[in-house]
């Protein structure tokens, strides 16, 4: 879009351009306040959505993912205000997921400064709203957001509500479907591994990574810099994204790129001008 264009030009960042992996920040909101918790459970506050999205725009993030964690089950999206405010000082791209039904509801959240929309819920009781974002604003605009979490050795099932239901859908099944319904990228949230710090779910990453081309965002589990190694090395991931490690601040994005520089990871070179 032109006003995600015009903004992302202005950024202050200088990059060493190369096929990287991405090193996303995600912020989970509920009403005006970042939030975390375990399964996607047992919301804690943890402070101001905006404050915390700057502060790991200057670490150097390569992209923010907003998520309304409540949008679904109160059927609206309230992150507007938010991502208005965000757009005036973080110049990298925002993905804003939650509470999305509808085109319209995608363009609105596009105006106000999102550059790409994630849709669970939505996609799920209605798979056409993934072809329409898509048709509209491209794939590249379009997010399939999966919950998944394991239902026996070697199956998941995506789960909605921010992992509150059940659908009865295989991942693989549906992951498959929503990219050709037009899904230009993945993100792929293991519920069972949600705030636990126990790294992301491997087997569930790679059952994903060998089936399809498109890119894959790994989240939910990461508990050490190290993890971030394992995704992309095993799980073949495009990009990570980290909440729990940032938040509480026991690594930062740049301590994280350090590590991914010593495993010989392409990721981006930062400097902030």
Known sequence: MEVASCRLAQSERVFCTMRRVRLIARLDIKGPNLIK?????????IGSPNE???KYYHQGADELIYMDCVASL???????????NAAKDV?????????????EDATNLLRCGADKV????????NPQLIRGISQRFGSQCMVLSIEAKQACPGKWEVYTDNGRERTGLDVIDWVKKGIDLG?????????DREGTRKGFDIPLIQAVTREISVPVIASGGMGKTEDMIDAVREGKVD????????HYERATIDDIRSVAVSADIEVRGFEYA
């Open 74 to 84: 109160y059927g609206r999206n309230s992150l507007e205000e938010i991502i208005q």
């Open 37 to 45: 918790g375990i399964h996607l459970e047992g919301l804690r506050v």
């Open 118 to 125: 994630a849709v669970n819920t939505a996609a799920v009781a």
């Open 52 to 54: 915390h999205a700057l």
């Open 91 to 103: 110049f990298v791209p925002m993905t804003v997921g939650g509470g999305i039904r509808s085109v």
């Open 183 to 191: 899904a230009g990228e993945i993100l792929l949230t293991s519920v």
């Open 239 to 246: 990009a990570i994204a980290m909440a729990d490690i940032l």
